[in-house]
């Protein structure tokens, strides 16, 4: 997702700390306190413009939902969102979801979600492949035992080579779709990637998976 230099980007994300956490390694192992509750709670990595994360929250107020994006300029839009939508179940941050280990506890959260995910095609770049296995290595000791990951993406080539890595890692895999949109699913919350590709005609592709006991 390219979005334009925004000059302006920190000092919005500073003035909105009622959704944006500006010092997100502090709340490690305290992210229930952060919501106030101690509801379950949602990660998604690569949120984008915040589409897919906004509909969540709302069709789940019994859910915390966390939303993680690396690219400032980017965030600021689904901050935007945050703001016109207050919703009370949504944090967002600007964070490499490399470092995920050192923003979560061990088993502090309970689902992830991965949407749309760069595919980063060249072998030289496979290392950032958010399924890549150091990264899957680090979903499962943030993961709650009962946790999953639910995967969508347009991209048949991304979603092949995950399939195979949730494999080499020994994942279960379950409920996989080659053709999501082929059924109706009124609970399906779409991203912004995935309105756009859909309308194009790509199928989409989703698995969800889990780590052994
Ligand atoms: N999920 C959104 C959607 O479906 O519309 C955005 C998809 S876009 C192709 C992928 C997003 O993931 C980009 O906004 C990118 O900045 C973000 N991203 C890529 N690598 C990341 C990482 N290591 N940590 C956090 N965000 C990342």
């Excluded at 639910?150 to 080579?161: A, Q, S």
């Amino acid at each position: 997702m390219r979005a334009r230099h925004k000059p302006w980007a920190d000092d919005y994300l500073s003035s909105h700390p009622e959704y944006v956490i500006l010092n997100p390694l502090e709340k490690k192992g305290k992210w229930q306190q952060v919501f106030g509750n101690n509801q379950p709670i949602h990660v998604e990595i690569g949120a984008g413009k915040g589409r897919f994360v906004m509909g969540m929250a709302k069709q789940h107020p019994e859910i915390n939902f966390i939303a993680i994006e690396l690219a400032k300029s980017i965030i600021v839009s689904a901050v935007e969102k945050a703001v016109e939508e207050e919703p009370k179940n949504v944090k967002l941050i600007n964070f490499d979801a490399n470092d995920l280990r050192d923003l979560f506890a061990d088993n502090e959260i309970n689902r992830i979600y991965l949407n749309f995910s760069d595919p980063w095609p060249k072998n030289r770049h496979e290392k950032r492949r958010l399924t890549y296995h150091t990264f899957l290595a680090q979903y499962q000791q943030v993961l709650a035992s009962d946790g999953k990951i639910i995967f969508k993406t347009d991209n048949r080539g991304l979603f092949e080579y995950s399939l195979m890595s949730f494999s080499h890692f020994d994942m279960l895999i379950d409920h996989v779709s080659l053709n999501l949109h082929e059924d109706e699913d009124p609970l399906n919350v779409m991203t912004e990637y995935e309105e756009k590709f859909s309308k194009r005609g790509h199928p989409i592709y989703r698995a969800e998976v889990c780590f052994r006991k």
